[in-house]
């Protein structure tokens, strides 16, 4: 003689808990997105290295890069950035640069860039946004320069003292 032991599984109670539990899970839990590209790669000679999320990835004409790249030159070495926004940057020989923030509003003019240079020199030609204020900053360890559009160089060296001002 077999028995029956109600419980959650004898009905249709276990199917309702568990969707509810699945629903519940991808409603709560953040989602992760894809990266959008903010722009590629243009011209890359000598030695340049990209480092996404710790790892080093392929660094030819046409890479796409993503918030949070580092981009790295070294000696007698250079790279040009075309931003999808139109702006283009040139990182020098002996550079560290990192895409720390890009957003662009829905009719894909800039809302906000952020670069960290850690060292070294970049170039920036910043297509003029559509906000009056300054959307575009270069930050390095001791200052920040921001622009709505214009061009202009950025350099850090730690240890030396800044350039003087004629």
């Known amino acids: ?5 109600p419980g959650p ?3 249709g109670r276990f199917a309702v808990s568990a969707i509810v539990i699945v629903v519940a899970l991808l409603v709560l839990v953040p989602r992760t997105w894809a990266q959008t590209s903010v722009g ?3 011209v890359v000679n000598g030695n340049v290295a990209i480092d996404r999320v710790g790892k080093s990835i392929p660094t030819t004409a046409g890479t796409a890069l993503q918030v949070g790249d580092k981009l790295t030159t070294g000696p007698k070495s250079h790279l040009t950035i075309d931003l999808t926004d139109g702006s283009q940057l040139e990182l020098d020989e002996s550079s560290t640069l990192v895409l720390t923030e890009y957003v ?8 906000s860039t952020k670069l960290t240079l850690l060292g070294g020199l970049v ?3 910043v297509h003029l946004g559509s906000s009056s204020a300054p959307n575009f900053e270069v930050h390095t360890p001791n200052a920040v320069a921001s622009a709505r559009g214009t061009m202009f160089d950025v350099a850090y060296h730690e240890g ?4 003087a001002t004629p």
Do not use: V, Y
């Not at 662009?104 to 809302?111: E, F, H, I, M, Q």
């Open 40 to 42: 590629t790669i243009g």
């Open 1 to 5: 003689m077999t028995s029956q032991i």
């Open 104 to 111: 662009l509003n829905p009719d894909g003019s800039r809302a």
């Open 123 to 125: 170039r920036s030609l």
């Open 160 to 163: 030396e003292p800044p350039p």
């Open 9 to 11: 599984f004898a009905s």
